[in-house]
């Protein structure tokens, strides 16, 4: 079953992008925004699927863009939200209700794909990575974004889950090394990847002002230890 399908994040939905606001969440939004978009490449004029869009925070980004995009999410009020930003940006965007198992799209429809923090609440990743090949040509782009294994921001949310009915509770984090054998199982080659975020969740404006500066370090010394991953692929021709 996908997490998504269900109450949890229908009942998050009026609150989602309330942590954006906040002092911890502008920042982390910023930072993963810069790895997604540094891996995603020119997206004007392509077909675009942002899945598990949420309430449309990367669908909208690569509209603004000029990708056309269609925007996929099992939640009816993730999906209500992300409409209402696009119309008061004035942006086209349409919207699809669905799994990100079962995306209704033809097969080698879509030139460019993302999903960012959608693979942590599927029951199997490898399946979701499959349907985002399909509905992809040779040479088409998906990028994924994910929550690290190994970060202290992990390590707290999956105690969390333990305590709790948070969606943590059931929630995948990955390393490096199972994302990257995610794309090259369902296809796809020349992998790039990137982390950010590498420092502790602390929501005060003055004290983040320094810890970001823990990012430069962190990707190129401790890079397993990023609490988001960013990864692209470009699809390969069947039997390349």
């Not at 990708?67 to 009020?77: C, E, G, K, M, N």
């Not at 097969?107 to 942590?120: D, H, I, K, N, P």
């Not at 921001?153 to 054998?181: I, K, N, P």
């Amino acid at each position: 079953m996908n997490e998504r399908d269900g109450d949890p994040f229908d009942r998050l939905a009026a609150t989602y992008d309330d942590w954006y606001r906040t002092p911890l969440g502008a920042l982390v939004d910023e930072l993963e925004r810069e790895a997604v978009f540094a891996l995603a490449g020119e997206v004007d004029g392509c077909t675009a699927v942002d899945a598990s869009c949420g309430t449309g925070h990367y669908a909208l980004a690569l509209a603004r863009r000029g990708a056309r995009v269609t925007a996929v999410d099992a939640s009816q009020p993730m999906l209500a939200l992300a409409r209402a930003k696009a119309q008061r940006e004035h942006l086209p965007l349409a919207t699809v209700h669905a799994s990100l198992e079962r995306l209704p799209f033809r097969s080698g429809s879509l030139q460019v794909a993302t999903c960012v923090l959608g693979l942590e609440f599927v029951a199997d990743p490898a399946a979701a990575m499959a349907e985002l090949a399909r509905v992809q040509p040779p040479g088409g782009r998906l990028v994924i974004g994910a929550l690290g294994r190994y970060s202290l921001w992990a390590l707290l949310r999956r105690l969390r889950g333990l305590f709790d009915t948070s969606l943590w509770r059931r929630a995948h984090f990955f390393g490096r090394r199972e994302l990257a054998g995610l794309f090259l199982k369902s296809g796809y080659g020349d992998l790039m990847m990137q982390g950010a975020v590498f420092f502790p969740p602390v929501n005060s404006a003055t004290w983040l002002a320094v810890l970001r500066w823990l990012e430069k370090p962190g990707r190129r010394w401790m890079p397993d230890l990023a609490v988001f991953l960013a990864a692209v692929g470009t699809r390969a021709a069947p039997g390349a």
